[in-house]
């Protein structure tokens, strides 16, 4: 069935460096995308999301991009620090709003190191 | 995570027992979730539930029930639990179209 995958299983950086993390999707019906963080020991932790009708969505300190036409995703963090040492999910929504009931096809996830 | 508790948020039980997680919310949405989360595939969705007694399969739903009496609890049973179901379970919240909200986690071991 329709996935999303990560091209990256870890990412090293350093501190104060921008970070980008991408995600693959299958499924070109798909409409509404998550990125979350998760922290060792907790759940996922929303950090942005967009939807279909943009390519660019900018929060503090994090942008996503879409590119629907190689159907792709980024995560991007500027001035990355230790604390955003963690894994990082995309997610994917067929037909949010509609009638798929919110739910979400999960990428296996990047891990994120910030060295000092 | 604020407005969701998991109970318990740990138990080793043996092959063959039944086992019931607890998902309880206090932001009265209308969508809950169970999720499972196991190394190198993410997270799976188990079941769902889009309003009281309406639930439905997710993806790996085999061997899993769910209940939903009121709108606060969403219940996880595993009616005879086997190694395999041996994870991490999250239940999540949400509004069907705004991000969902993730409980943190009940880690479960099955010998």
């Known amino acids: 069935g329709e996935s999303v995958g990560l091209h990256l299983p870890t990412l090293s950086v350093q501190e104060g460096d921008n970070s980008i993390i991408n995600c693959a999707y299958s499924n070109s019906a798909s409409d509404y995308f998550i990125w979350y963080k998760q922290e060792s020991g907790k759940g996922p932790q929303f950090i942005i999301d967009?939807?279909?009708?943009?390519d660019k969505r900018q929060g503090q300190r994090v942008t996503v991009l879409l590119n629907k036409t190689v159907k792709h995703l980024s995560l991007q963090i500027a001035a990355t620090q230790p604390g955003d040492s963690a894994v990082y999910f995309c997610a994917e929504n067929l037909n949010a709003g509609g009638t798929s009931y919110g739910k979400l096809t999960f990428g296996q996830g990047t891990i994120l190191t910030v060295h000092p | 995570d604020a407005g969701i508790t998991q109970s318990p948020r740990h138990k080793v039980t043996e092959t063959g027992t039944p086992v019931t997680l607890r998902c309880h919310q206090t932001e009265n949405h209308r969508y809950m979730y169970w999720y499972r989360q196991d190394p190198g595939h993410g997270l799976r969705l188990i079941h769902y539930?889009?309003?009281?007694?309406?639930?439905d399969k997710g993806e790996v739903s085999d061997g899993y029930s769910v209940s939903r009496s009121k709108t606060e609890d969403f219940l996880l049973t595993l009616e005879s639990a086997t190694s395999s179901q041996t994870s991490v379970y999250f239940c999540?919240?949400?509004?069907?179209?705004?991000?969902?909200?993730f409980g943190d986690g009940t880690r479960l071991s099955i010998l």
């Open positions: 967009i939807r279909s009708n943009m």
């Open positions: 539930s889009y309003g009281v007694k309406d639930t």
């Open positions: 999540a919240i949400g509004s069907g179209n705004q991000p969902q909200h």
